[in-house]
């Protein structure tokens, strides 16, 4: 069913030709616009049929859109804002896709004029691919997104967003914006640190090792090498833009691994044996709440 | 084609019981003999099918055996093979599974009474599953395992167990049990500790927070709760018999991972950019490895 008459899709990697995937296949949009600073992108949405039009130009994109949905870089986003405040039409619904939800609220929110309603949002799925080409309409099917509306925004707006998001298959919680924050810092951020950090480490092996860490990787590493594929632009802002919650996690983290590496310098087998045991009993936790299979 | 006449499996866990349905499905043993600790197992296996006598007496189950496969934890080598020693077949040959060799080398080796070959080995594959229900005639298909026989091991010997895995589907690299220790280290035993740790990390937060981590785990957590739930006695022993090589990559590790929580706490965007992309192509030497998808 119809849920807008036109959306905007700003930035159409992997999340925005996501969502111009699902939005299409479950036809809740008369036409699908695509902004993007690409042109490349640009033509390449076009080509794949997802979208109505397509411009490098925001201002262009954004006219008469109902909803637009930012699906850019945290760093982008305050540019993006200024260049399509003065083109926005008058009750229109602004969100976004980013995983950090103060910094966006801090740079767009003030940008944005009276009358259009900002209600961010942070789809929890992803792959480690980027591009137009990347997307597919499942990709929110039975996941989370989180919406993390400021104090004060228009209720009636926020109920549009989340009905949108149900409509391409997730389930929506609505949560503090600070508080999303620290829990996608330990959820999410901490782990693609820790495993670009891992990746690194091997790829700075002397030669003799190097090969082997590939032909190897089988082993428990290459887990981490496709976390650590996931879009490098991205992830730099998201790192940037959620410091305080980020570092505070890896301070916990390090603390602990130096409690694990002391236990393995002094061969103290009962503390590790205990530590495998508890998070085997987490791994449980997340196939309960069918999390994964 | 029947290589052994007879093989004692001695730990009828994950790798063990795979390596009972291989070579059973590949009709690469006239005889299967289960020695095992555990009651239960036995039974487990015997009711499986996937052995022809089991026994809690590794006495018992290597009598009159061709091959003989440790597949326990690394702490249990020297004990059974101090109960082993004297009723090996002339001829027979050792061998193992463990992801440790200079230890399994140290602590077996002297035991074994002259006339035996001992020719360690490390299957590169594995799940987060135990006992003997998990394991399957598939695991080792396609994937890699290293042999590391000690200098002045008979040839005739490595060979029939190169044959051995190559017929449950492996590909074979000979490698120096060293060499092997420092390759592990950084490719399996490494990921494993970090995937431990920060998995206990979030075990580790107030109430408010435990919950949210399990239902927001798809955001890239849940990879590590799968290596986290790896069996904790296996993964113990690993990191006590393979402390120097562990240490050495973990000091690394906790380099690299300082240089980015400094370049975070200072804005350092392009820090992070460039090692975000640089990991980018080690993933991509994988996928052309043929090691993941």
């Given at each position: 069913m119809t849920m807008f008459d036109k959306i905007a899709l700003i930035g159409i990697g992997l999340i925005g030709s996501s969502i111009a995937r699902a939005a299409r296949r479950n036809g809740l949009a008369g036409s699908i616009a695509v902004g993007d600073a690409s042109e490349a992108h640009c033509q390449k949405a076009l080509a794949l049929g997802i979208c109505d039009s397509a411009s490098m130009q925001v201002s262009q994109a954004v006219k008469d859109a109902d909803l637009v949905v930012l699906c850019v870089p945290a760093s982008a986003n305050a540019e993006v804002a200024e260049r399509m405040a003065a083109h926005l039409k008058p009750g229109a619904i602004i969100s976004d896709v980013g995983s950090v939800k103060q910094s966006v609220i801090r740079d767009v929110g003030p940008l944005l004029p009276e009358g259009v309603h900002f209600v961010p949002g942070h789809p929890i799925a992803g792959t480690e691919f980027s591009g137009?080409?990347?997307?597919?309409?499942?990709?929110?099917?039975?996941r989370w997104c989180i919406l993390t509306p400021p104090t004060g925004t228009d209720e009636a707006a926020t109920a549009k967003v989340k009905a949108f998001w149900e409509s391409m298959g997730s389930m929506i919680e609505i949560m503090e914006p600070g508080h999303h924050d620290m829990v996608l810092a330990i959820t999410s951020h901490l782990p693609h640190l820790i495993a670009y950090t891992i990746v690194g480490t091997a790829g700075n092996l002397e030669e003799s090792l190097k090969g082997e860490v590939i032909r190897y990787?089988?082993?428990?590493f290459r887990d981490f090498t496709r976390i650590a594929a996931s879009d490098p632009i991205m992830w730099r802002d998201v790192f940037l833009n959620n410091r305080d919650a980020v570092l505070e996690m890896l301070q916990r983290f390090t603390e602990d691994l130096t409690a694990l590496q002391r236990a393995i310098r002094w061969g103290e087998g009962q503390v590790l044996e205990d530590l495998f045991t508890r998070t085997r009993a987490i791994r449980k936790g997340i196939i309960d709440a069918k999390q994964d299979s």
């Open positions: 137009p080409e990347a997307g597919f309409a499942d990709l929110f099917q039975g990787s089988a082993s428990g």
